[in-house]
């Protein structure tokens, strides 16, 4: 049994398709196909149910694949151990971000980034929070930008800054009194929220003390994106939260929206840079974090120890 081997198993388990996965690995479907079934012969189990339309993975095959995700993770991470040696700011650096931080903090730095690492291959992807921990546990990527506490374990943090909340009320609703507003004075069926996954939405309905089914007389948006939400604030459907990165540098949104501060110091959140307590270049994430504490966005703030 090799490491080759358990990425062929790897493949044919995630593509559930001999031939996605030799194109995936980068070699002939015969090649691959004949090291699996010796594998299997090696092993005295059957890790795969084989139809003319299907592949399917056994309940062995599940927990060999399983194991061998594993493996996998534990020898890149010696590869990049040895890297490090050679040139701690280099290599690749998969970066996961939230969709209500990643529109709003790449600009700020992301040439910056480059410029501070031109030996980094930065790839970035977007996704909600519990997607991007389970992703960072399974080593499909190496660190995340996120804006609440650690849910899995085998996972560190490194604090990066404080950003307010932000109310954005249609213009000339009973609240846009020029004044800070008191969020839990906000009626919670005019809450405009998220669709269920973002931790804004979690964040924002707490701060309000609603759970979701209490704002179901509200309208049933299902949005994913918060230009969806701020469209429906302009068109004078509700009120909702915005990060204060989301804003224009002079505090405002967009046409018909008025926006306002919170009176209460809870209407915030915390981002911090989360990764595996394994991953073995904390040097270049320390460098990461330094970066984006040069290169913040408006209107938050860097968290002083």
Do not use: W
């Not at 059957?46 to 996998?72: C, H, M």
């Amino acid at each position: 049994m090799n490491l080759r081997d358990l990425e062929y198993v790897v493949a044919v388990a995630e593509e559930g398709h001999f031939g996605h996965a030799s194109e995936r690995c980068h070699v002939s479907q015969p090649a691959l196909s004949g090291q699996i079934k010796k594998l299997e012969e090696q092993l005295g189990v059957q890790l795969f149910e084989r139809t003319n339309r299907r592949v399917s993975v056994t309940p062995i095959g599940a927990d060999v694949v399983a194991k061998a995700k594993r493996l996998l993770l534990i020898a890149e991470e010696i590869e990049d151990a040895a890297a490090v040696y050679a040139d701690p700011l280099a290599g690749q650096l998969r970066l996961g971000m939230i969709p209500t931080i990643g529109p709003y903090l790449l600009p700020s730095i992301l040439r910056p980034l480059k410029a501070a690492l031109p030996k980094v291959k930065l790839t970035l992807c977007e996704d909600v929070t519990q997607s991007l921990e389970r992703r960072l546990c399974s080593g499909d990527i190496d660190a995340a930008i996120t804006a609440t506490e650690i849910a899995e374990t085998g996972l560190q943090e490194i604090v990066l800054y404080d950003e307010p909340f932000r109310v954005a009320l249609p213009e000339g609703h009973a609240l846009d009194t020029g004044k800070d507003i008191d969020i839990r004075k906000i009626n919670g069926s005019e809450l405009l929220l998220l669709k269920d996954g973002h931790c804004l939405s979690d964040q924002v309905a707490h701060l309000c003390g609603l759970t979701r089914k209490a704002n179901a007389d509200g309208l049933d948006t299902q949005a994913s994106s918060l230009e969806t939400i701020v469209g429906l604030v302009a068109a004078g459907a509700g009120i909702t939260f915005l990060p204060s990165s989301a804003l224009h540098e002079d505090g405002t949104s967009r046409s018909g929206i008025s926006m306002r501060k919170a009176s209460n110091k809870a209407a915030q959140r915390r981002v911090r840079l989360i990764f595996r307590e394994t991953y073995p270049k904390r040097q270049l994430l320390n460098e990461v974090a330094a970066v984006i504490g040069r290169h913040l966005p408006t209107g938050v703030a860097v968290v002083r120890s």
